[in-house]
């Protein structure tokens, strides 16, 4: 079976990106590949790289407070591509009133502070669509 392809992403203007590699070191050690794009990327940048790179899961981090729209544009440029079964997850310190809104916009799930990488990990390998 091949490994899990997962695209580590920092949209918006959110410059701090210490949670995000910890998160991509700790999915790479649990046997994933991952591909980090690094600070400021726009919605096109994120899927064009995940369209590129044939991940299986987005995973995008946000600090900045930007994620109601951000989060949902990622998933709105993946449906205009026809890559919609990719599966997308975020996190950082969104309110848990926002939370409901974003998974009915697509986002499979929103990882608060808090949350272990065991968590993350088993969701990812619970949730991927193969």
């Known amino acids: 079976?091949?490994?899990?392809?997962?695209?580590?992403a920092k949209p918006g203007l959110?410059?701090?990106?210490?949670?995000?590699?910890l998160i991509a070191r700790a999915l790479r050690d649990a046997g994933m590949e991952v591909i980090y794009t690094g600070l400021r990327q726009t919605p096109e940048q994120?899927?064009?790289?995940?369209?590129q790179e044939d991940v299986d899961v987005i995973g995008?981090?946000?600090?900045?407070?930007?994620?109601?729209y951000l989060f949902p544009?990622?998933?709105?440029?993946?449906?205009?591509q026809d890559a919609d079964d990719i599966l997308i997850v975020g996190?950082?310190?969104?309110?848990?009133?926002?939370?409901?809104?974003?998974k009915e916009a697509g986002i499979a799930e929103i990882?608060?502070?808090?949350?272990?990488?065991?968590q993350m990990i088993?969701?990812?390998?619970?949730?991927?669509?193969?």
């Open 122 to 130: 088993e969701f990812i390998k619970t949730n991927i669509k193969q």
């Open 14 to 21: 959110d410059g701090h990106d210490r949670g995000a590699k």
């Open 91 to 102: 996190g950082g310190v969104i309110p848990d009133d926002d939370i409901p809104a974003l």
């Open 73 to 80: 544009r990622v998933v709105e440029l993946l449906k205009e």
């Open 46 to 51: 994120i899927v064009a790289a995940a369209v």
């Open 111 to 118: 990882f608060t502070p808090g949350t272990t990488t065991t």
């Open 60 to 68: 995008m981090s946000l600090l900045s407070g930007a994620h109601n």
């Open 1 to 8: 079976m091949k490994p899990i392809r997962v695209l580590i």
